[in-house]
């Protein structure tokens, strides 16, 4: 620790941070004691954060693949700026209305797959979450199968913190202090052939054992006890794991087989990280109910979405003028100052051609990560798909041993971040993911790939 750091360590913003803040996702007694980074950053301009003591980070996360447009940017800025200035907040309840938000959901709808037909708009990926489970229970109550209430989602998946997002997530360090999953969420497997259960099975075979593994869960279960299958189209918190070839379009034909919806949890994939639009366009998905948060508004203000397919929409419709209002909404549901934040950064990334921008930029940060880490003995497997990457590590890749989770990525991440770039480590395993900005340049690509390269050799050796 240098002296400046002990000063700050010692000043008083750092101590109301430790004796007044409760963070999230942060190891309550070690940022008490002041054993955290307790990085505070200050400012950002383009894929750079610089702190209050004016150290500089190229942030290859985009904080929490969320910063898609980047920072500093003004357009945004001002948008919500002249919003806060003009009408900061009025309700959307019971029929009202405001501009921003009625144009975004004209901007959302535009972007989303034909089939889709309504957005609703909420906070955040988990609240959208909620909202989805909420009306495929709807949806089941009004078809007259109020029963078909369970949710299916995958082990390692991450759709949020509250209780029912939570449950739905499927990492255990998200359930097990807080005794969820509550009943009627289920999980199946991760499809991630690196953890296939036996070594000897080709990628043919993995297919088939998760969708045998998935059918006999539907069939234990009973279809008629079942609402919705949730999944990101690419796993995302769990460990940045594109899908196996030929997956989506299996668990689809079952799905569809069970009159089961699909819920396609966009909150990272959305508006552009994988290089298209939406993760759904990629993969050929057709859900039921998209989420969406983050990159709508680059995060320049709080704002989710849950967006529903004509199929559910009509029969929302049908009984709806005996049913009563649709008694789900939140104060800040609609919001005009995240509206305005979502319109202008729908604008950018348009103007800016970002989701190329991810498929091309993203094609060439997997390059790059494949000549630097392929070939290192610890290095198991670098995956991804557009401005989404990971690099896992294990002990012996050939002979299938794995390090203890969280022992070693998080070392490299450490290492990488004296270095000057930030990334993060992805829970359950010793992972190293890459989000960055979508206006991310070769040229800063390469600066993350060198400082990767560095940190694995110091953390491991060459
Ligand atoms: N779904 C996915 C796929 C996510 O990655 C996240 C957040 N990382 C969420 C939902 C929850 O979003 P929020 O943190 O805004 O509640």
């Given at each position: 620790m240098t002296p400046l750091d002990l000063d700050r360590r010692n000043d008083e913003l750092a101590a109301w941070d430790r004796d007044c803040l409760l963070h999230p996702t942060t190891h309550t007694a070690q940022h008490a004691r002041g054993d955290t980074p307790g990085r505070i950053v200050?400012?950002?301009?383009?894929?750079?954060?610089?702190?209050?003591?004016?150290?500089?980070?190229?942030?290859?996360?985009?904080?929490?693949?969320?910063?898609?447009?980047?920072?500093?940017?003004?357009?945004?800025?001002?948008?919500?700026?002249?919003?806060?200035?003009?009408?900061?907040?009025?309700?959307?309840?019971?029929?009202?209305?405001?501009?921003?938000?009625?144009?975004?959901?004209?901007?959302?709808?535009?972007?989303?797959?034909?089939?889709?037909?309504?957005?609703?708009?909420?906070?955040?990926?988990?609240?959208?979450?909620?909202?989805?489970?909420?009306?495929?229970?709807?949806?089941?109550?009004?078809?007259?199968?109020?029963?078909?209430?369970?949710?299916?989602?995958?082990?390692?998946?991450?759709?949020?913190?509250?209780?029912?997002?939570?449950?739905?997530?499927?990492?255990?360090?998200?359930?097990?202090?807080?005794?969820?999953?509550?009943?009627?969420?289920?999980?199946?497997?991760?499809?991630?052939?690196?953890?296939?259960?036996?070594?000897?099975?080709?990628?043919?075979?993995?297919?088939?054992?998760?969708?045998?593994?998935?059918?006999?869960?539907?069939?234990?279960?009973?279809?008629?006890?079942?609402?919705?299958?949730?999944?990101?189209?690419?796993?995302?918190?769990?460990?940045?794991?594109?899908?196996?070839?030929?997956?989506?379009?299996?668990?689809?034909?079952?799905?569809?087989?069970?009159?089961?919806?699909?819920?396609?949890?966009?909150?990272?994939?959305?508006?552009?990280?994988?290089?298209?639009?939406?993760?759904?366009?990629?993969?050929?998905?057709?859900?039921d109910f998209m989420t969406i948060a983050k990159g709508l508004t680059s995060a320049y203000a709080p704002l989710s979405g849950s967006i529903l397919s004509q199929r559910v929409f009509d029969v929302l419709m049908t009984g709806a003028d005996d049913f009563g209002p649709l008694a789900h909404g939140w104060t800040y549901s609609a919001h005009p100052i995240g509206a305005a934040a979502g319109i202008a950064t729908l604008d950018l990334v348009d103007r800016l051609g970002l989701v190329e921008n991810a498929g091309e930029t993203g094609a060439y940060l997997l390059e790059r990560l494949r000549e630097r880490a392929e070939g290192h003995r610890n290095v198991a497997e670098v995956r991804g798909v557009g401005l989404l990457a990971a690099v896992e590590l294990m002990k012996d890749p050939s002979a299938g041993t794995w390090f203890e989770p969280m022992t070693v990525g998080p070392k490299v991440v450490a290492e990488m971040a004296r270095l000057g770039v930030m990334t993060r480590a992805m829970p359950e395993g010793n992972i190293v993911g890459f989000a960055p900005p979508l206006c991310i340049t070769r040229d800063e690509v390469d600066q993350v790939v060198d400082a990767f390269g560095q940190a694995i050799e110091s953390v491991l050796g060459a």
């Open positions: 200050t400012g950002g301009e383009g894929v750079f954060v610089t702190d209050r003591d004016g150290n500089r980070f190229l942030d290859a996360f985009a904080a929490l693949y969320c910063v898609n447009a980047g920072y500093g940017r003004t357009e945004i800025a001002d948008a919500i700026a002249e919003q806060a200035h003009k009408l900061a907040y009025f309700h959307a309840f019971a029929g009202h209305g405001n501009e921003p938000a009625i144009r975004l959901a004209k901007m959302v709808m535009d972007r989303a797959p034909d089939h889709m037909a309504r957005v609703y708009f909420g906070l955040s990926g988990s609240d959208a979450n909620e909202t989805n489970v909420k009306l495929a229970w709807h949806y089941n109550i009004l078809r007259g199968k109020p029963e078909k209430r369970k949710i299916i989602s995958r082990w390692r998946a991450y759709h949020g913190s509250g209780l029912v997002s939570g449950s739905m997530t499927g990492l255990k360090v998200y359930h097990d202090r807080f005794n969820l999953p509550l009943d009627g969420f289920l999980h199946t497997h991760t499809p991630h052939y690196l953890r296939r259960p036996e070594r000897e099975m080709d990628e043919a075979a993995y297919l088939d054992f998760l969708i045998a593994e998935l059918e006999a869960l539907i069939a234990r279960e009973g279809p008629e006890t079942i609402a919705a299958f949730v999944g990101e189209p690419v796993l995302g918190t769990g460990g940045i794991i594109p899908p196996p070839e030929g997956y989506w379009a299996r668990v689809q034909a079952l799905l569809a087989e069970h009159d089961i919806l699909l819920i396609a949890d966009e909150v990272v994939t959305g508006f552009g990280r994988t290089g298209q639009m939406f993760g759904s366009d990629l993969y050929g998905l057709r859900p």
